[in-house]
């Protein structure tokens, strides 16, 4: 996915999913091709469960203001050599960014903060994981997920968290407390 800032709206802090990007090789490019840019194919999203709306965290919206002024100071920078595809996160002339780049980046940044490295796509499994504990609510889980089905979001989601066994233990003391408790007045 590469997000366009016409898919982003600060200030009511959402973003749409509405497609992907693909890198294509110079023998691949076709003189009708359609929404090509130097060597990029810009392409709906996988399916219709994929678009859709995504609500950030206040602290999400806020980095993402911060990142848009600092892209809008590169973009002054590199001038002519700029190429706007409106894109959210660009290298510094305006062209979707190399993976490996953005790979390298999050392992600079993971070590920097002392988190032990894993791979990009775990913070996918992180959020839906945090949202499931402290919600509950699978059909919201798969919704930002773009998952047609919600029942697989449980399997492959729903990571115990540390503590939360601890947890459970004591909420179950708690009821059979209240049990006993009404059945000995």
């Given at each position: 996915m590469q997000l366009r800032w016409r898919d982003v709206d600060l200030d009511a802090g959402v973003l749409r999913?509405?497609?992907?990007v693909h890198r294509i090789r110079q023998d691949e490019v076709t003189e009708h091709m359609a929404q090509h840019v130097a060597g990029f194919r810009f392409g709906p999203a996988k399916t219709h469960r994929s678009k859709r709306p995504v609500s950030m965290p206040a602290v999400v919206v806020e980095l993402v203001r911060i990142h848009r002024k600092q892209q809008a100071?590169?973009?002054?920078?590199?001038g002519t050599l700029w190429t706007d595809l409106d894109l959210v996160f660009t290298d510094p002339r305006g062209y979707p960014l190399n993976?490996?780049?953005?790979?390298?980046?999050?392992?600079k940044a993971?070590?920097?903060?002392?988190?032990?490295?894993?791979?990009?796509?775990a913070l996918r499994h992180t959020m839906a994981t945090l949202v499931l504990h402290e919600m509950k609510d699978l059909k919201l889980?798969?919704?930002?997920l773009g998952h047609s089905?919600?029942?697989?979001?449980?399997?492959?989601?729903g990571h115990p968290l540390p503590g939360v066994d601890r947890e459970a233990a004591d909420r179950l003391g708690e009821v059979v407390k209240r049990?006993?408790?009404?059945?000995?007045s």
């Open positions: 999913v509405t497609q992907n100071g590169a973009r002054l920078q590199a993976h490996d780049r953005v790979r390298r980046e999050f392992y993971l070590d920097a903060a002392g988190v032990r490295q894993v791979v990009l796509y889980v798969a919704t930002r089905n919600e029942m697989l979001v449980l399997p492959t989601y049990r006993v408790d009404r059945s000995g």
